[in-house]
């Protein structure tokens, strides 16, 4: 893994933003860094909990500050039969370049990047599609049986890759090229991004707790079960009552350093249970949810109430 270094020293130049459409292949979009991302982190995929949603696996983005982690997914398809292809970093004359993901008929080419859970470089064997219902491979990924029953098992297609470097080409990086198969699938039409997908890469840059300068390499919550999760409501509330006034920077402070020791411990725990949390920490980590959660409402009730604004002469906001 290529060591971290701090964004200070990072050269980074921008190239247009080119998001692929319902009739384009997938490119090269957003930005262009001398430094490759983190690894791909080892961790546990949460049951599907809907029939018909698809695993998106977590990916390092990058923003202003750095890479982030968007954690892993399960959302729903644009339409039955579009499978997943996820974005991917390469290397091309000296700069990591992202490409982004898409839906299509077809699992394209991913840079040969193992995100795990059937995608371990080369197609997708999570599950498939019969008709308009989606089968899943249960010797892959994790599923609700209460909920989802349509399953099977084929241990056949397990993959057993180690490596979880996070881009192609360059120093170190995946030497793979895309197959024929990859090539005319990658031309086929295809669909970009959801909104729901792109709303949950918005909270993940929103959480700073999410950037590899603050995790090093090694998110909190690398993976939920559906977007809107516990954590990602929580800081985007942090994140509103900042853009509305209605959290002072010193309550802002407040709260997120207790959402920072809240990610740190669910990081510690998780590190010694291989990956995952017991009933009794998740119930634990609800529980300070839970009173973070009331001291955001409360900070936010008082500014409303309490805070004369200039003009105002002391009375309270209505």
């Keep these: 893994m290529r060591k971290w270094m701090p964004m200070w020293t990072l050269l980074a130049t921008l190239a247009v933003a080119l998001w692929p459409t319902a009739s384009s292949a997938q490119v090269a979009v957003g930005v262009s860094i001398r430094v490759g991302p983190p690894a791909i982190p080892v961790y546990e995929q949460p049951p599907c909990p809907v029939e018909g949603y698809l695993w998106t696996p977590g990916y390092w983005a990058y ?13 729903a398809p644009p339409r039955p039969g579009f499978l997943w292809t996820p974005g991917y970093w390469g290397w091309n004359e000296g700069v990591y370049r992202w490409h982004a993901g898409y839906w299509g008929p077809h699992v394209g080419f991913y840079g040969g990047v193992n995100y795990g859970f059937g995608y371990g470089g080369v ?6 599609w019969r008709g308009n219902h989606f089968h899943y491979n249960t010797a892959v990924v994790r599923v609700n049986t209460t909920v989802v029953h349509n399953t099977y098992i084929n241990r056949t297609v397990i993959v057993n890759n180690t490596n979880r470097v996070a881009y192609n080409g360059g120093p170190s990086g995946i030497n793979r090229r895309a197959n024929a198969d990859e090539e005319r699938w990658g031309r086929e039409s295809h ?3 959801t909104s ?6 918005n909270n993940a840059r929103a959480n700073r707790g999410n950037f590899a300068s603050e995790n090093h390499g090694r998110p909190a919550t690398p993976a939920m ?12 509330r942090i994140a509103n009552g900042v853009r509305s006034g209605q959290l002072t920077p010193h309550e802002t402070a407040h709260v997120e350093r207790q ?7 669910v990081h510690n725990e998780r590190a010694a249970n291989g990956g995952h949390l ?3 920490e998740r119930a634990q980590v609800n529980r300070e949810q839970n009173h973070v959660s ?9 500014d409303r109430v309490d805070r004369p604004a200039d003009g105002d002469h002391g009375r309270p906001h209505r």
């Design 196 to 201: 729901v997908q792109m709303s949950h890469q």
């Design 294 to 302: 009331r001291e955001i409402q409360r900070d936010k009730h008082n």
């Design 63 to 75: 923003g202003n500050t750095g890479y982030y982690w968007v954690p892993g997914v399960w959302v």
């Design 278 to 280: 017991t009933g009794q």
């Design 225 to 236: 079960s559906r977007v809107g999760a516990r954590e990602v409501h929580q800081q985007d």
């Design 259 to 265: 959402e920072g020791r809240i990610n740190q411990q």
């Design 123 to 128: 197609g997708f064997y999570g599950g498939e």
């Design 191 to 193: 669909v970009q991004a």
